[in-house]
């Protein structure tokens, strides 16, 4: 054999060699996969209804729970997160950082709220790690004594209220809500964690929160659909907007029993709520400046979602703020949950093919013009509690300064509904234009009421 064909069967034997060991890594980089696939977790140790330390969960799902840690994150949006402002520590609040408050961003936020622990203290939002601490040390704590209903959304609840309840989650719920928040607190040990969302057996999607599992029930009988168990009746897609619904909601405190209540009977959209409060005639506060019976919008993501273009079409809550990922040859949610904006590769480009740049334009778009229309409504709610105070001092029986302060009450509720909402209307912009929208209208029948008076002042 001649040296040249010696040469080429060393290179085809020494490339077959290759080959094989390619595929052979191939096929064993496959096998790993599958079995990952096969086994998404190793079961270290067992969880409980019992079990509500997320550090204790994350032994058995560490990608999940190192996600969750990352929740101290503090990033700022154009309209929303926080960066975490420096404060000195003292006896009162021992926390070095501080999210920043909204309050001297905005000075006309104290006029809407005058006479209510919000004009005390209202920050900018900070991740899921921060909302336990941030409520236990708000400013509203020292202002007014509030229930240990409002722990519901703040804390993880599902262990203290089974011992409040003796193994009954309701009535646990039941038992905390009207207590003093230090008395309700006691058992309380950790923000929001995976036992408030998973089942610890199965790991599915789960409602723990009697508020929630109340408020949709009444929903879907507002929709003609009787006796809704949303343990047994939502499928799992909805349950990724559900168990975010569980907290990112407007509520108030029903009765002397403080039970924490949606105010779904009669619809998810604004004005839909304003009815229903007006028939209960429910009141968070009276208006120090005008002696009106007014509202205090909380944080309703859940309801703006409901009404905008990508619950119609089917993406939940955690599509965008815990979009998938793979790890190996896992798919698993993010669970850092942040903005979108922070992540638009996965939250957002997986559906819209378009830049970052340009995503991250179009949702700024979006915000900037919502914004602009919210400054609109609260300059204009300015002037009417301006004019609604004059008023009460000239004549504070007249029964057009009833009629303006009724509508000082809707101008305000729905000017706070997109203030409180933390997407500044991305949710849903045109829904988001439209409560605006009522918002200035109210405030122009506000003002027409008392022109009444002024003419009858003439006279």
Known sequence: MTSPTKSRLT?????AAVAVLAIAALLTNVFERR????????????????????????????????????TTDQVRTRYGGSEGVPVTPTAVDPRSVVAQSRLEEDPRLKEMWA???????????????????????????RVVKQPGACLSCHASMVVPWLKAGGGDLVKGFETLNPLPYDS?????????????????????????????????????????????????????????????????VEYY????????TFPWHKGLKADSMVAYYEASGHRDWTHKRTGAPVLKVQHPEFELWSQGI??????????????????????????????????????????HKASEEELKARVEQIQ????????????????????????????????????????QRQAQFYADFVEAENSMGFHAPGEAGRILGLSIDATRKGQNALKTLAVKGAR
């Open 115 to 141: 006479g209510y622990a919000f004009a005390a203290d209202f920050r900018e939002e900070r991740g899921h790690a921060y909302m336990l601490i941030d409520q236990q040390l708000t400013g509203r704590q």
């Open 368 to 407: 900037d013009r919502t914004y602009q229309l919210r400054n609109v409504a609260l300059d204009a709610l300015m002037d009417l509690i301006a004019d609604v105070e004059t008023a009460a001092k000239a004549d504070s029986t007249a029964p057009a300064l009833a009629e303006a302060r009724k509508w």
């Open 35 to 70: 079995q990952e696939a096969r086994n998404p977790f190793v079961r270290v140790v067992a969880l409980t209804d019992t079990t509500e330390d997320a550090s204790v969960w994350g032994q058995n799902f560490p990608t999940q729970y190192d996600d969750y840690r990352r």
């Open 184 to 248: 309700a607190a006691k058992d309380v040990r950790h923000p929001i964690a995976c036992i408030d969302c998973h089942d610890p057996e199965t790991m599915q999607l789960r409602v723990t929160r009697p508020a929630f599992m109340e408020g949709i029930r009444a929903y879907k009988a507002s929709q003609g659909i009787s006796d809704y168990d949303v343990t047994t009746m939502a499928t799992r897609q909805e349950m990724r907007s559900f168990v975010c619904g569980q907290c990112h």
């Open 11 to 15: 290179l085809i034997t020494a490339g």
């Open 253 to 260: 405190f029903k009765g002397a029993e403080k039970r924490l």
């Open 310 to 351: 990508h619950a119609r079409s089917g993406v939940t809550c955690a599509d965008c703020h815990m979009p998938y990922k793979r790890v190996g040859a896992m798919k698993v949610s993010d669970h850092h949950v942040q903005s979108p904006m922070l992540n638009i590769n996965r939250a957002c480009q997986t559906c």
